[in-house]
Every structure is written in C-alpha cells, then in structure tokens.
C-alpha cells in the first residue's frame, strides 16, 4: 500500500511540475528569440520591465520582398506598392515612420506613442488584410512623379556600375531601371495580395502584439508561401571600367568590389575596412589633393543582402577623373600588400564601439536589430557585447584576405564629359596590374 | 442611497466630458548673453549620451561684398584646414575618436558650425573647435584647394543649378554668383576680422551636458569689439521682369519658378501664420490635370529676404521642353490653386496637421542634433515654422485664407525665372 502511495505522489508530483513548466516557461524564455507563429508570421516582442513608464514606443516591420523580387518586366512594383502603402501608414496614429526598399526586404519602421500602441496594431493590422489598394488617382499620380525625376549622371554611373557588378539582366540590376509606365493597378493589387501576408513578414516590437493580430479572417489567401527566389550573381572576377559621356561638368566616379555577405566569415573585418577606406580617402582625396567635395564609401549588406558591394563614389573636375580614380586603387592596393595600419585599426574600432555606447534611442535600435535578427538568423545583430567582440578579434590577415580574393574583380564606372575620357588614359596601367596581381 | 448614486454619477458625466489633452512639446529653450557677448541658447536634454553644439556667424552670402562673392562659404571651409595650434587632422581626429560628427553650412544670412559628440567630450570639443572658427590659419595652399574642392561643390548634379537661388540671384542682381577664385588671403583675413566676432556669435548646445559648465568656457573667450556694420546687400524691387537662363539641368528640360512678392507682410503679423500654412495646404492638395495628364507637383516655400516674404512656386520638368503652352500651362496653375486656396474648407485639415506636426516635434527631444536645428531655423529664419506657428495653424479659418489670397497673390505680379537645359 505505501508502494502505491508512493507511486501516485511521485505521478502527480510530475504532472504538476511538468505543468509548472509550461506554465512558467514563458517567463524564462528569451525575449531575443523570434517565435514563428502557425500562420508564418514572425514575431519577436519585448516584454517592457514592471514599471516602465515611457511615452514612446517602436514597431518594425520587415517584408521578405524587396525590388530584386520583382516579377520580369514588371521592375519598380515593389517599390510602387510600398509607396502606396505609405498613405495608409500616414493615416495611422504612428507619430512618424521610415521605410526603405531594400533589394531583399523592405523595411518599415514606427514610432508610436505608448498610449496609442495598441491602437496603432489594430490600424496595421486592418491594412496588411485589406483585399485591395483601391487607389487609382494615387497611382497614378506616383507614376507620373517616377516619370518626372531626372536621370542624373550620378544615376547613370551607378546603374552602370550595377551592370558590371551583377549583370544586365540580374533583379539586382533592376534598382535603378524602374520602367513605371509597364504598371498598372492590377499589377499593385496582385503584388499587394502576394506579398502582404503572414508568413512573408516579421514583426518586432518593443510591447507585445494584441493577441489577435493578423489572426482575423482575411478575404484573400494568405496561406499560401510567398516565394522570392532571386539566382546568384555571377560577376566576372577582372577588373572593368566602363565610361559613358554625358552633358555635366563634372564626373560621376563609382567604384565597386563586391564584398563578403553578413553570415560570411570576412563580414567583420569588411566593417572595419569600409569605415577606414573612409577615412583614408578622405584624407587622400580631398584633403591632401582638393579633387572632390563630397567622397562616399558604403558597404550594401543590408540593402544588398545576397551579394554585397563595397561602394567608393565622388566626383571630381574632368580632368581629375583619371588622376581620383588612381589614388582610390593606390589606396586599396597598399592595404592589400600590408593591411591597416595598427593605429588606424585601433581607431575605427574605437569608432564603432562609440556608436555603440552613445546611441541615444537603445530601444529604436534594439526594435530594428531584433527583426533583423529574425531575418537573417545571426545572434550578434541583436547582441552589441558579441559584435564588438566579433570586430575586436579581425586581424591584419582577414584584411588581406579579403582585398587578395576580391579587389581583382574591381569595377569601375565614370559618367562624365568628353574631357574625361582623356583623363581616364592614365587609369589602364593600373587596372592591368590588379590583373596581373590577380594572376 | 439614491442621492449618493446621482452624485456619482454626475461626477462620471463630469469626468468623462473633460477632453483629454495630450501634452504639448515643451521645446522652449534658456537664452543668455554672455559679458563677451555671446549669445548662449540651450536646453538640457538629461536622457540622451550625446550634445550638439551649433556655432552660428550672422554672416552669409547677402553679406558679401559685391568683389568677393563666395567669400563666406570660402571662409567656413578654411575654418576646417586647421591653425598654428591645431592641424586640419587633429580636429578631425579628436571628433572622429570620439565617435562624434562635425559639419559647416553657409547660407544667406548666416554660417553655421556643427558638432555633435558624447556629452563628456563637449567642452574639449567646442574648446578646439572654437579656436579654428576664431583663429583660422588661412594657409595659402589650403586656401588653393579650397577653391577647388568649392568649385567642385558648385557644380555638383541637382547643386549646380537651383531656380530658388537663380531667382534671388536676378533680385539680388548676382549676388550669388562666385569669385572664390580670385579672393586673396588678405581680403579673406579682413572679412574673418569683420564678422568673426564673439559679440555676433550665437551658440546654440542641446543634449547631455553641464550648461554652467559651458557658460564658464564661452565667458572665456576674449571680447572682441563689435562696430555698427553696413551691410553690403541691397534688393533690387523694382526688378520684376522674367528672366529666361540656360544652364547645365541634369535630366531636366527646365526649371520654372514664380516667386510673389507679398509686399507688407512684414508688417501684417496676423497674417504671417496664414502664409506659412500655405505651402503645407498646396504640398497635400494633390491638384491634378487630367487633360495634360500630369500632377500640380510644384515646390511650394515661403522665404525671406531682408525685410520682404515671397511665396515660391518651383516647377522641373524631365519630359518636355519650355513652350509657349507651357507657359501658358503653369499660368493657368497659379489660378487653379488660388481657386483651390479661396473655394475649400481646411479647417480639419489644419487641425489634423497641427497634431501631427506637434506629435513630430515631440521626437525632437530625443535627437539632441536635430533639437539643436530646429532651435537655430527658428532663431535666423523667420519664415520657419516655429511651436507657436503651429499651434496657431489650427485655428487658421477658410476665411482668412481667402482673404490673404485676395490681398496678395490674386491678380498680383510675378517674378519668372525659366531655366532652360544647355
């Protein structure tokens, strides 16, 4: 008999522990870790401490479909879509917003405030299961906006500099080949219905999710997988230049080499170089030399998740074009022979490590970082300790590795006047001896 | 019982009629002279890590004398090449170290200097960034790249060519065009002395930071003396022809602009909120023209320039070349909005955009540089919009709309300025 008591207690003991587990379990979950719903939408929300009182509050919304998505003859429908979607947004209770239509993803960011928040759900909630964008006029009138801006040269370069990077044909390509005449509201509204659905989205935000969001019945599918699926690039490993003459009086200089993608191995020493090649050629470029008034150097891991390009852009005085562009090789040339400078190394982690420390909206950011934690799946986009560690471990090797494999497919692109074709004479012994260093 | 529950009640009426009122953004700032003379303009910001500083010249291109245009913009980029005692990179650096950005900006009445830094590296910041604003070494090489690199700026796609600054430059008759090249050391060291005055500056800091701390740090700087300074700008008023220029437009066929004078605003202070809701009311208007199958998208701002405000309508066109018909087009635009302005309602128009205008101004306490701008556009640019602007914009009524339109702009000439693609 006390055999079988014993029994009976040990059997309810664990039911009611194991009850206490599930029951309980929440409350040790980590709030870092997406949750993906039966429905396929990603959600990831921060449960706010007791007793936080704070008037702002913060939601991103990652779509998993970006301009590289869009359908063959059809390049600038998903940027159009998001644009007309923006009206809605501008409707809701959110006190401001950004966006950005990036190749992969498009990314929505609001600030709510706190009083509102559940409000602001409701309203996004009725907009992601709307059947339709009933929005004709609107429609046209973005297409018509898109038709009156300018083709600056600067855009010419750099839809060139795409060509060479990627290909003609590649959806990577399409960016700044928009053709908004092919669009019509039906192409938006199967665009919209296809692309806005649970399970082609990610939800962060800094309160928890009504329980009941994107869980109302919809009028449209929303079951069905979105599929996105963009092919490779596949960029010719030699150094390219291209040239196209323009009516300006000055050159578009775009340089580009394409660069290790953000679950690769060389992504950190990748952050630390693109910060420092800012700073030398700066340095170089305009304050030694005076050839240009505005240099940018930026490296699209976010906005081209799939195959990333370290940009160098400036432009210079025609006759200058060739004499810049050879100082930028130069540059990238000696940090392959011998890396970064310690001192210099030192420094452009202290620059990071400074973002990092003097943020001034940590929630902001910790909303952003957790959905783009959720999309790409890598536990440092959410965690500054494990970043800064990471950046804090790259050596001079991982430069050198970097710049040996990749700087031999550098391209190079330049829309200017006549007088800079002449100019640009001079830049052909140096893109020979990237193909011989390559060799 | 039954009484108690009436009182009850009428309490819960009474309570749930009063309107609930969300909290105003409380963006006043603290204003002091200092025995130097400067003018120190701040506001604590106790939650953010960083400061922003802004050190403002009340000196820009109008200033200029006619023989030195672009004297100023030439002068803010020399402040950045350094001096005996700080070179060019150990600014830079110092800032860059630190995480922080700095940046220079001439305009028309005024040159601005900005940092923005973690709030303990304020006061070693400024103390640097001051002594080159104050000291500049004006080297000639550097002046000689200078030079260069702004005659670069000038030129640059979508900078080179603006109607807004074309249009001033015909009523300025040229102020604005440049001769950087030929300004001597010794003409650009004049000018610094002139207007580089600790009895002119104002420095405007917003952020994490002491503000006795700094008071202590600017009251250090020596005093220099501040003369009664003509100003070499003059506005030419009578000149109200059109104005027809070729120039480099990237991808554009032309810009158009039409400026209005609105004489005696300046005078008519009531009237100066209705103007600076217009651009708001045409920028959502949306105007279409199905015939021509095109948007009303013009630019719409209201500026000032010395004591006159114009209203400015900005057209670019990447389709078709001026003509006649155009012409005739944007003319007959003009009477559409005006229609629009004098024959709509905005009232919940304004109340809504007020609201959202105040909910964004809200934001502006957690972003230390972008409090710190919107305090120095609200101190030099009298035209901006500033709290009390826009909380006088919801009361703003149809009525008094329709009669500013009627006042100043119906039936009222216009400058022209077409630009036309070389």
Redesign the interface.
Known sequence: MNRIRRLVFLRYSFGIILGLFFLLAPVFADPNSPEKRDDGLVVISRNPPKGEHR??QYLTMILKTGYACDPKGKAGLTVLTNELLINFFNETSA??FSYETYADFSIFNF?I?HGSFEKFCVELDSIIRMDALLVY?LL??RI??H?????????VAAAQLDDLLFGRDHPYSQALRENYRNLIINDVNNWFRQSYRPNNLIISSSLPLPKDFLRKPAGRDFLEKVSSEIPSVQCRPIPEVKFTEN????S?IFLGIPFPSLKNEGFFASILLKNYLS?ELW?EI??K??????LQVSYSYLPESSAPVLRIHF???PKDTGTGIIKVISVLKKIAASGVPEEDLA?VF??E???V?????PLLRSTVDRALLALFEQTWLSDSTQYLERLNKVTQEDFLKILSEKLGSLKISVAGPAGARESLKGIYQEIISLRKADK | MRFLRLIALMMLITVSLIPVSSEAANLSYQSKILPNGIRFVYRVLPQVKTAAARVIIPTGYLDEPRQSRGISHLLEHAVYRGNEKYSARDFHNLIYDQGGTFNGLTTLNRTEFSLEVPSTNLISGLTVYLDLILNPGLAEPDLRLEKNIINVERTLSGAGVNAFFLYFNEITQQQFDSSVSSISRESLLQYHQDHYKTGLLTVIVTGSFNPDQVIKFLASLPKNSVSDEQSNFWLSHENTGNVVLNDYLLGEKYQLLLGYDLKGLSEDKGSLTVAKTLPFILDESRLYDYLKDRPLDYQVFLSRIADRYYLVFVYRDCREHYSLELNNWHQKNMQRFFKYLKTNSFDKFLKWRSQSLENQLETLEMDPAALNMFYARTLFEPSAMTVEDIKAMRSVSSKEIKAFVQKYLDGKNYQKVVVKAL
């Not at chain 1, 009516?247 to 000055?250: A, K, L, P, S, V």
């Not at chain 1, 030399?289 to 505005?294: A, N, P, T, V, W």
């Not at chain 1, 420390?357 to 909206?361: A, G, L, R, V």
């Open positions: 008037p702002d006190l401001k600030l405030a006029d046209n009138e018509q906006a038709q009156n801006i300018p083709q600056f040269p600067g855009t009516h300006d009086q000055t578009s700073e340095r305009r304050e030399e005076g050839l240009c008034y505005d432009q210079t005085l420094r202290k620059w490590k400074n973002q420390d003097t943020e001034n909206n």
